[in-house]
């Protein structure tokens, strides 16, 4: 199985970056993972919000296949403790899931089009947290995830 997440716009903070780094060496070991960037949308200040998700709605649309498993970091999304989003991910393997592609929006949510295109919605947490933070918040649970698969120490519980 790959997994992708989806990202639009830089990180640009040297400890978010190192972090993000420090779970993406790691998680190699369990699975295929990569960040996809989308640069921000240029003169997005003389758009408005609409405007601007819709052009984020196509580049995002563009990077997708028909047979992606599309997943939404969305604030109404599903939560899950770390035990169940292992589990949940261990069935998609099973389920024969080629590629898993979680998504992390803009500044103003998502588009219409891209809500039509996801399997589902899933939530961090009820807090909203910046785009950039939720990329390293992301990226270790997802390596606590395969590490409660693999029987690890990382997870404590």
Do not use: W
């Amino acid at each position: 199985m790959k997994i992708t997440l989806l990202c639009i716009g830089k990180t640009d903070d040297k400890y978010l970056i190192e972090g993000i780094d420090k779970y993406i060496k790691r998680l190699k070991f369990y699975v295929n993972f990569t960040i996809m960037v989308i640069p921000d949308i240029k003169n997005s200040k003389s758009l408005s919000e609409e405007q601007q998700k819709d052009k984020e709605a196509g580049f995002i649309l563009k990077q997708l296949q028909p047979q992606d498993m599309v997943i939404l970091l969305d604030e109404f999304g599903k939560e899950f403790r770390s035990l169940d989003f292992s589990a949940y991910l261990e069935k998609m393997m099973v389920n024969s899931v080629q590629h898993m592609v979680f998504i992390i929006g803009g500044p103003y949510g998502f588009d219409q089009k891209i809500y039509d295109r996801a399997n589902s919605k899933m939530s961090l947490s009820k807090m909203t947290f910046s785009h950039q933070m939720i990329r390293l918040f992301f990226t270790e649970q997802l390596y606590r995830a395969f590490s409660i698969m693999k029987g690890e120490p990382y997870h404590h519980e």
